[in-house]
């Protein structure tokens, strides 16, 4: 009979309009089957979950590792040539290949 009802209409137990906890049907009910299969796909998720958190965090570390690289051999390159700003990159790499190219 609980799976009949529908909120608006009327119980034919009680005449209630609103039904907000209905019997549930047996067959609704998980067994252990259903609860073991729920468990491993559990434990598939976390393992996965892990193993893209750890490749997150090394990946974040390769990040910051070619940053502070960057910095530092940007912080060089200003040494040797004052006028140099990080945007004019493409621009100072392709006068270098020049420049190898005629010697």
Do not use: W
């Amino acid at each position: 009979m609980a799976d009949r009802l529908q909120n608006g209409e009327a119980c034919p137990v009680c005449g209630s309009e609103h039904h907000p906890n209905p019997a549930v049907s047996p067959q609704d009910i998980p067994d252990e089957k259903d609860l073991k299969e729920a468990k491993k796909q559990a434990a598939e998720m976390e393992a996965e979950k892990a193993k893209a958190e750890s490749a997150f965090y090394e990946a974040r570390s390769q990040l910051n590792s070619s940053e502070s690289g960057l910095a530092e051999l940007t912080a060089q390159i200003q040494k040797h040539r004052p006028d140099f700003k990080p945007e004019s990159l493409l621009v100072l790499k392709n006068t270098l290949a020049d420049q190898k190219r005629i010697c």
